[in-house]
């Protein structure tokens, strides 16, 4: 079975400062990954998702990286800002229909 | 609004009863998927349809739970004689018709069993 996990679990940063998020999943052989971002007590948005061809995506001040062969992911925050404090999740797929989430990292960025 | 909708969004209930939710995804997808999160944990999958059909289950659907999602537009979420460990957000997810394609997500039923 797919066993995603994320580090850290919480992380705190000052406004402004760049940061990066981890993934990491136990079997290589995945459809696509999936970034996402929760807010407390909300549904998912979808931030990024990669294609198992593809070795990264990016969206404004974020870009997503995928190395499949070592199983790992990470999320690059560009210039944080308090708006971004929220968990952020990734998800990955083997079969493109179930997918499977890691636990999450909690950011707070600080004003 | 076109994204997913939920309904409830908060039930609490007593041990023993039955509980149904139900999700509306986006008007266009195909794919339809069910999740359950507790606190500090991701969601875990429970079910997916491909417009009426139920074509994957996880292990974690016991024999209480049962999704149906008639003529492939809603779907709802039917748990029986409900326990304690149901507690927990029920999220709803909508995509297109490719595997793998991005998921969009309901704000989630917070299921609360006493």
């Known amino acids: 079975k797919q066993e995603v996990t994320q580090i850290p679990a919480a992380l705190s940063v000052p406004e402004g400062e760049n940061l990066v998020l981890n993934c990491s999943f136990t079997?290589?052989?995945?459809?696509?990954l999936q970034w996402f971002r929760q807010d407390p007590g909300k549904g998912l948005t979808s931030l990024l998702l990669?294609?198992?061809?593809?070795r990264e995506q990016t969206s404004g001040r974020l870009n997503a990286s995928l190395d499949k062969s070592s199983g790992r992911s990470t999320l690059y925050i560009a210039a944080s800002q308090p708006g971004d404090s929220a968990t952020y999740l990734c998800?990955?797929?083997?079969?493109?229909?179930?997918?499977?989430f890691g636990t999450g990292t909690s950011l707070t960025v600080i004003p | 609004d076109t994204g997913v909708s939920q309904d409830p969004r908060h039930k609490i209930t007593k041990r023993g009863q039955n509980v149904t939710f139900r999700c509306d995804p986006i008007?266009?997808?195909?794919?339809l998927y069910w999740y359950r999160q507790t606190l500090g944990q991701g969601p875990e999958f429970l079910t997916y349809?491909?417009?009426?059909?139920?074509?994957?289950k996880s292990r974690l659907l016991s024999d209480r739970f049962s999704a149906e999602r008639p003529k492939g537009s809603f779907s709802t979420l039917e748990i029986q004689r409900t326990e304690q460990g149901d507690s927990a957000m029920y999220l709803c997810?909508?995509?297109?018709?490719?595997?793998?394609?991005?998921?969009?997500f309901g704000p989630g039923t917070r299921l609360t069993v006493l």
């Open positions: 997810a909508s995509s297109y018709d490719y595997a793998g394609d991005e998921q969009f």
């Open positions: 079997d290589s052989a995945i459809y696509n």
């Open positions: 990669i294609q198992s061809s593809q």
């Open positions: 998800a990955v797929t083997n079969t493109g229909n179930q997918f499977y």
């Open positions: 008007s266009e997808h195909n794919r």
């Open positions: 349809f491909q417009n009426e059909a139920q074509l994957e």
